[in-house]
């Protein structure tokens, strides 16, 4: 059975670290992964990865696929409080438009 | 552009009773999806319509829930009876093009069902 695992499921960090939430997963036919954050409603996409070692960056935040060990991280760098969300994390198969999501990271960056 | 509306934002209902989600999407786009999150767990792919047809039911969980798109615009999901594990936020996202599985798709707010 296809399988998404995220970790850590929380964090709670200052403003400036820097944060790195992990993503697995065991699926066949895999195609390309997808972050995602979810704030209070909608989940708004981030990055879609399908190559293994490039880095996708977007400000503070980047992030990276190793397809042959079969993760990606997030990370994010001089966090701030609008940082604060659930970040979500989806693999895209071949033959579907279907994602597969893991539960999610909840990161809460305090002043 | 206008984002993807679902409405109601919350519903709460009794076991038994019946409840219509409805999913306005982007204007323009023909695939519409939805997904549901269970209290406590990831969030799993309900079906996926292209214009008004079924392209992908395979995670409708029982024949109590209907989903519908007449006309190809926007969407209703049913569930008929409603029953306690239906309880979850049911979100609904919406793409112009088939890129690749995620890759365009514009997610609504959800709306939060709770059965008591």
């Known amino acids: 059975e296809d399988k998404v695992v995220q970790s850590p499921l929380s964090l709670v960090v200052h403003e400036g670290d820097t944060v790195t939430l992990n993503c697995s997963y065991e699926v066949t036919n895999f195609r390309s992964l997808l972050w995602y954050k979810q704030e209070k409603k909608a989940p708004t996409f981030l990055f879609m990865l399908?190559?293994?070692?490039i880095e996708k960056k977007s400000g503070r935040l980047s992030s990276i696929l190793d397809k042959k060990e079969l993760f990606s991280i997030l990370n994010i760098t001089a966090t701030q409080t609008g940082d604060s969300a659930v970040y979500l994390c989806?693999?895209?198969?071949?033959?579907?438009?279907?994602?597969?999501f893991g539960t999610g990271t909840r990161l809460q960056v305090f002043p | 552009e206008a984002g993807v509306t679902q409405f109601p934002s919350h519903s709460v209902i009794e076991k038994g009773q019946t409840v219509t989600l409805r999913c306005d999407p982007i204007s323009g786009h023909d695939n519409l999806y939805w997904y549901r999150r269970v209290m406590g767990k990831e969030i799993k792919f309900l079906l996926h319509?292209?214009?008004?047809?079924?392209?992908?039911e395979s995670g409708m969980p029982n024949n109590r829930f209907l989903a519908e798109r007449t006309g190809g615009t926007y969407s209703t999901l049913k569930v008929q009876p409603a029953e306690l594990e239906d309880s979850g936020v049911y979100f609904c996202?919406?793409?112009?093009?088939?890129?690749?599985?995620?890759?365009?798709?514009?997610f609504g707010s959800g709306t939060r069902l709770t059965v008591v």
């Open positions: 319509f292209v214009k008004e047809s079924k392209q992908d």
């Open positions: 399908t190559s293994s070692g």
């Open positions: 996202a919406s793409s112009q093009f088939v890129l690749g599985p995620g890759s365009g798709y514009t």
């Open positions: 989806a693999i895209g198969k071949d033959n579907t438009d279907k994602l597969i």
